[in-house]
């Protein structure tokens, strides 16, 4: 994943939101940091999915800026590992929740076999083109029969214009690639779309802070240009967002 505009939109974006929720406050930093359009309402659907439990160690791979991680660390009491390629993605995620972050590709995850008690792969499956390579690898180091939680972008036919490195699978393509990847599907839902004022307002403040300094930076034109394409492929209903819940075989 090397496309200017995904270096943008995941690296030049994360830093950005970590410097504006020094200033605007830590209760902006986990709205901010969910990148993957997640929500109270996924994650709690995702959490309880997956059966999250005090101490359980959670690997969260494209974890970005951390949000869902450390909203699953504050309310579940998780122990949560992140892993992200982009590294001032990682540092941000550092920075805003002092987690532990593993700079890596999820296609070669640096943790022992069967070491992991549940994994998140949220809003990531869509930006990476090898997404069987990505899933054995989360199957490889989850101790079997251990909960996966997804959020993907789901395309209802091939997108021939998608924002720069984005490949949206279609639902067939994604449980295929799920089940050949060692994983029993065992439920999926729609993302639910209601999220409160009280996280939107705290994520948008965070939004026109970084508006407001970087708008002219040549980083800040492409990650919106990625936001727009990608809007209008939502608006045209051609693409749905969904959470997943997978156990590995
Ligand atoms: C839309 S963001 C979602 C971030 C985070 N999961 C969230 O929900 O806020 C997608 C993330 O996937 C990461 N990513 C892209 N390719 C990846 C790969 N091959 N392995 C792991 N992460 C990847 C990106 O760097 C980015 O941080």
């Known amino acids: ?14 830093a950005w939101t970590a410097e504006a929720v020094e200033d605007l406050g830590d209760e902006h930093a986990i709205p901010a940091a969910c990148r993957g359009s997640a929500s109270p309402a996924a994650l709690a659907w995702l959490a309880e999915a997956c059966e999250l439990s005090a101490g359980d160690r959670l690997l969260d791979v494209g974890a970005g800026s951390g949000g869902p991680a450390a909203w699953a660390a504050k309310r579940f009491g ?94 067939s393509e994604l449980i295929d690639l799920l089940e050949t990847s060692g994983f029993d599907v065992v439920e999926q839902i729609e993302r639910p779309a209601a999220v409160p004022l009280s996280w939107t307002r705290r994520a948008q403040e965070v939004t026109a802070l970084i508006s407001a300094r970087y708008r002219t930076h040549p980083a800040y034109t492409l990650a919106s240009r990625q936001d727009t394409r990608l809007a209008a492929l939502f608006d045209h209903g051609h693409l749905s967002l969904q959470l997943l819940h997978a156990l590995s075989l």
């Open 1 to 14: 994943m090397t496309a200017a505009a995904m270096v943008a939109e995941f690296d030049d974006v994360a």
């Open 78 to 171: 998780v122990r949560p590992i992140l892993l992200e390629p982009m590294p001032a993605a990682g540092r941000a995620a550092s920075k805003l929740f002092g987690l532990p972050v593993l700079t890596a590709d999820g296609q070669r995850i640096p943790l022992r076999t069967d070491s992991v008690d549940v994994a998140w792969c949220l809003g990531v499956l869509c930006t990476v083109e090898d997404k069987a390579a990505v899933l054995r690898e989360i199957h490889r180091v989850l101790a079997p029969r251990a909960s996966l939680g997804l959020l993907v972008v789901v395309a209802d036919c091939p997108i021939t214009d998608p924002p720069d490195g984005n490949h949206f699978p279609t639902q």
